[in-house]
């Protein structure tokens, strides 16, 4: 198991290229992916009514593939894989430049789901990503004020739900970031009269 530093910044790649396509901010972050999500509302085709209730669908279902995903890939038995994709925010989770998805390999991510979605929806891909997009850029938001800001009034369990999951004693448990939803449906909640220390 990772020891955990809270002061310090992680390396993947010796070369420094590559190791710059690993980290990101805000500001390019919101440029990448909410290019991207003006990008495909403006190809979509769909009636406006239509366009709504799919891009509320798209921001509903990125909360479950949120889960999925940090629950069944990014908590894969460690190793270099592991530690390039996730490991290395548990070590460092004070690291501010890995707290979201850089755009390199963020690009190909949303050609991947565009390619899947479009294989379900056809033409209604377009509005379905712009909302699945602007659902995940609300988690890496989430995600990033969790770790780099104190706790807001009326949106503390936030903090508290994401804090848990960085405790070695509930590694296993807490996935959700944007919401504690799904980790109430798949049994994955800490118990209430648990009281980790907050290492993150």
Known sequence: MLTVKK???GRIFETPVLEVLTKTNPLLHIITY?????LFLYMSTTAPLSTVFLFIGGAITWTLVEYVIHRFLFHIKPGKF???IHGVHHEYPRDKER????PAPG???ILFFFGLWYV???SYAHAFMSG???????????HYIVHAHKPVKGFRFLWTHHLKHHNPVFHDKAYGVSTPFWDYIFGTMPKKEAKPGQSA
């Open 34 to 38: 909410g290019g991207a999500i003006a």
């Open 82 to 84: 592991q530690y390039m």
């Open 99 to 102: 707290l979201m998805m850089p």
């Open 7 to 9: 002061e310090g910044k």
């Open 120 to 122: 379900f929806f056809q």
């Open 107 to 109: 690009i190909l991510l």
């Open 132 to 142: 699945f997009l602007t659902g995940y850029l609300a988690y890496t938001y989430i």
